[in-house]
């Protein structure tokens, strides 16, 4: 009876996790933490390798498309893994900075947001969080 719990405690707690990363998925807005201007939108997506990928597909400039920016198509979240309904073990790429960090992503159900944590560390101890806002098609 009690392996017959567990598995099903396996299941159900696995089927949430993979329903967290499916939300996370997707277009997401990048906002500046001083100013809360958007400045990018970032497609959150999954490579044939089956790892996590961030790539920007428009700039903003005050407020308006730069659609000749040369980030444009740069990737900047790579190699994230699925790992307790959050993606992590990647880095994120700070375009204005050129420095690299390490990245964890969580979904933030409440108000439907992702939270990015950059940090110089892979515990994330010394960094910074960043809430970025799905974009509404």
Do not use: C, H
Request: charged share 30%.
């Amino acid at each position: 009876m009690k392996k017959y719990f567990l598995l099903l405690v396996l299941v159900f707690s696995s089927m949430f996790a993979s329903a967290q990363i499916d939300k996370i998925l997707g277009e997401w807005y990048t906002v500046d933490d001083e100013t809360g201007a958007v400045k990018a939108l970032v497609n959150i997506y999954q490579g044939d390798n089956g790892l996590y990928y961030g790539q920007i597909i428009k700039v903003f400039k005050n407020g308006v498309e730069n659609p000749d920016s040369d980030r444009k198509g740069m990737v900047i979240v790579k190699d994230m893994r699925a790992e307790d309904g959050m993606l992590m073990g990647g880095t994120i790429y700070e375009p204005e900075s050129g420095k690299t960090y390490y990245a964890k992503i969580s979904y933030n159900k409440e108000d439907n947001t992702i939270t990015l944590r950059g940090s110089l560390d892979k515990r994330g101890w010394v960094g910074r969080s960043q809430t970025w806002i799905k974009e509404k098609k």
